[in-house]
């Protein structure tokens, strides 16, 4: 468990006072693959320098497994380093190591006997699906099996925490799948938390359980994947979300509609079970009104459909309202009236 204790991390410039981490406070439970989204300079790499003790708080205190690793000794702090594994954006491979020379570099640095090593690399590059490569150099890797071997590397000291710092966003989106799925089966496999810091919506989505969205230093939302995604708090949270799912049809498309004299639209949310049940049907049938879908899609994230429904209704006026207000106490209705997002 990482646990945040009202930590800030104010960097000094000159006379010029840098707020990177304002008051933040989180817990990553054990196990957890929890990712941190936030625009550039939200202070996403801040927060994640200070899990990996590269970067001490000026306030606050950082608990992992209960430790509070800001008032560590050197020798305690390099042996907690070792607990926590990280890739990077840019994979910091050695290019004049090979593959299996990357891997087994923090081996090496930690003492271990030779023929240790040996097996273990064996081991993580068979892991990471490497196991052809061991003697090629990064320069003959393409960008995705270069992450492998970062991955491969940041396995090699059996941490219990694995920290990535933008670890896809120079990948290609299949490349980017390849190494979400890889990312997943380290959870999995091996119970190691994973903490992950992305600006990518879809990074979240196909693979955390929990999210904290940050921005000028601070978190301002955090919770569950589902919740967040279906019921976001906070406008920039909102932003984030619509770049991966559009749950509103264009403007363009919007004014056509109302050009072409479309009545009132109506956006309606399912979450859970409710996504099977054919409520929308049965509601508008047993007040006589029918009901139009103009754009919509029902989708599954964390394993829980949730649907979103643009709806326009026709019948006699009272009826409808009456229609809309017993559907508003099943799920959330709420009209469409912006046009410009
Ligand atoms: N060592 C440092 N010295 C001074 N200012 C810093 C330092 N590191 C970060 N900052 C500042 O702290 C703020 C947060 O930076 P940080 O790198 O944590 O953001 P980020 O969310 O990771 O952004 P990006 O998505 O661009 O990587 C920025 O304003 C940055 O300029
Ligand atoms: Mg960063």
């Known amino acids: 468990m990482i646990e945040f204790k009202e930590v800030s991390k104010t960097f000094k410039l000159g006379p010029r006072e840098v707020h990177a981490v304002k008051d933040v406070t989180l817990t990553v439970e054990q196990g957890d693959i929890f990712g941190i989204i936030g625009f550039s300079g939200a202070g996403k790499s801040t927060l994640l320098r200070l899990v990996n003790l590269l ?11 209960g430790v509070d690793v800001t008032s560590l000794k050197p020798k305690e702090l390099r042996k907690q380093r070792q607990n926590i594994g990280m890739i990077f954006q840019n994979f910091n491979l050695f290019n ?18 030779k023929s240790e090593i040996s097996r273990r690399v064996t081991e993580l590059l068979q892991f990471v699906g490497l196991a052809d490569k061991a003697a090629n150099y990064p320069d003959q890797l393409s960008g995705g099996q270069k992450q492998r071997v970062g991955i491969a590397r940041a396995l090699a000291s059996n941490p219990d925490i694995l920290i990535c710092d933008e670890a896809t ?14 990312l997943k089966k380290v959870n999995r496999e091996f119970g190691i938390t994973i903490l992950l810091i992305t600006h990518e919506m879809e990074v979240i989505q196909s693979i955390c359980s929990k999210v904290a969205v940050m921005e000028d230093g601070e978190v301002i939302e955090s919770g569950g994947v589902f ?35 479309g009545g009132k639209l109506y956006r309606l949310l399912f979450k859970g079970a409710i996504a099977n049940e054919p409520v929308l049907s049965r509601v508008t049938a047993s ?3 029918t009901f139009n879908i103009v754009y919509g899609s029902v989708r599954e994230l964390q394993e829980r459909l949730f649907g979103n429904l643009i709806v326009s209704f026709s019948g ?3 009826a409808v309202s009456r229609a809309i207000s017993e559907i508003a106490t099943l799920t959330d209705i709420e009209e469409v009236i912006e046009i410009e997002r």
């Open 169 to 182: 966003s120079a990948l290609d989106p299949d490349t980017t799948a390849d190494i979400l799925r890889l």
């Open 55 to 65: 970067e001490r708080p000026t306030s606050g205190r950082i608990e992992i497994g």
């Open 227 to 261: 919740d967040v995604f279906t019921d976001p708090q906070h406008g920039t949270t909102e932003r984030f979300i619509r770049s991966v799912q559009q749950d509103l049809p264009s403007p363009g498309i919007l004014k056509e509609w109302r050009d072409a004299g």
């Open 96 to 113: 004049s190591r090979t593959v299996a020379g990357n891997v087994a570099y923090p081996l090496k640095l930690a003492g271990t006997p």
């Open 287 to 289: 007040h006589g009104v």
């Open 316 to 318: 006699d006026p009272d």
